[in-house]
């Protein structure tokens, strides 16, 4: 695009911070030449990357017995005892799955491959036949093309995984929908100290084949508010894709759209903030945020006290709605009558009355005069 525009090999250089020779070698080496002129063309250019980069040569542990040996013995070699006797459990027999769950797993020595990579270097230091890098080894596992060492060896890595874990995926940050604005430390003050009503804790129950309830509840009040949550149409029947749509219920477009109608329903000094747990499920919290006008917080990692009111009305609905039972044959109207069941039971902590009575007393308080009640 640059070269394109007119700009120099200098100038391109500054722009993209690299040396001007290597932008120089760069447009010499990869330029089009079935053309008039010997023009820089980025397909062209990513055509001579790719065929220099094949290469016809075998991967150096087909080739290298000896190189093989130490690998492999480094990997899956048995532990012994002085007397040389075989110690620790069999382990069980590949499958081609993962390492076992809480199972016995095969003795060895389990070296890592940039263990052995290293050690090379200073048990051989002038054998330059006996080198190869921690990447290769993993290839020679894991892609099938390499070769060189058996696919079993995989249950001798520490994790044990049959199958590699792709690198964007270890780069992905756990929290990557918690912005600054949104961390617990940015809720207003008048939060803790309850006083206030319209500050609400929430979070998803889960139950069986990817099924959830949304919990809302009020922290002055303990009015709770319960979420549907039906599965998309499809779930069940459209084969799972990666990147797919989410059919579970719960996914971020549909848990915000089903969030926003639950509390857009209430009175506008009713919904001031909103705090809820770390799961993905609300990653579209911004676009939440603009449609009701209420901002959302996130507490902080395995924290749960930070919303203890929600998490001992979660304890509360456990009983109608038990673990290991799918969730999503509930109505909306069940869910209600629940909600409802929760709302008329007296609470200690209001003095033995109800969240529904909590609640109408805030709305028939001086402050908030002119407002309809609940009943």
Not at 59 to 86: C, F
Not at 217 to 237: A, D, S
Request: hydrophobic share 35%.
């Amino acid at each position: 695009m640059l070269r394109a525009k007119g700009h120099g090999v200098r100038a391109i250089a500054r722009l993209v911070g690299r040396s001007p020779s290597t932008i120089s070698r760069e447009l010499r080496r990869n330029a089009s030449t079935r053309t008039f002129r010997l023009t820089y063309k980025a397909t062209t250019a990513q055509w001579h990357a790719e065929r220099r980069a094949r290469r016809p040569k075998p991967a150096k542990l087909t080739t290298n017995d000896r190189l093989r040996s130490y690998v492999q013995e480094r990997l899956s070699g048995r532990v012994t005892a002085p007397n040389g006797d075989v110690l620790g459990p069999e382990g069980p027999v590949w499958k081609g799955r993962n390492k076992p769950h809480r199972g016995d797993r095969r003795w060895v020595k389990a070296w890592s491959p940039e263990q052995i990579s290293n050690r090379l270097k200073i048990d051989f230091p002038d054998d330059p036949d006996m080198r190869i890098s921690h990447e290769a080894i993993y290839q020679a596992l894991y892609v099938e093309d390499r070769g060189g060492l058996e696919r079993e060896l995989v249950g001798c890595l520490r994790r044990g995984r049959a199958l590699r874990v792709p690198r964007a995926r270890t780069r992905q940050k756990a929290w990557a929908h918690v912005t600054p604005q949104s961390l617990l430390s940015e809720r207003p003050d008048e939060v803790e100290d309850r006083l206030t009503a319209g500050h609400w804790e929430g979070d998803l129950i889960i139950g069986l084949k990817r099924s959830a309830i949304g919990t809302l509840v009020e922290r002055t009040t303990r009015y709770t508010l319960l979420v549907h949550l039906p599965r998309e149409k499809g779930y069940g029947t459209i084969a799972r894709t990666k990147n797919g749509p989410a059919l579970a219920g719960y996914g971020a477009i549909t848990m915000k759209n089903a969030l926003a109608a639950t509390m857009e329903a209430l009175p506008p000094h009713l919904r001031r903030t909103l705090t809820w747990d770390r799961g993905k499920e609300l990653s579209a919290h911004e676009a939440f945020t603009d449609e009701t006008k209420i901002p959302v917080y996130f507490a902080d990692p395995k924290s749960p006290w930070q919303r203890g009111t929600n998490e001992n009305t979660n304890g509360l609905l456990r009983h109608y709605f038990p673990k290991g039972t799918d969730l999503a044959r509930w109505s909306s109207s069940d869910l209600q009558a629940v909600a409802e069941t929760l709302n008329s039971r007296p609470r200690e902590i209001l003095g033995w009355k109800t969240p529904a009575e909590a609640l109408n007393e805030h709305l028939r308080s001086p402050d908030q005069l002119g407002v309809a009640s609940t009943t």
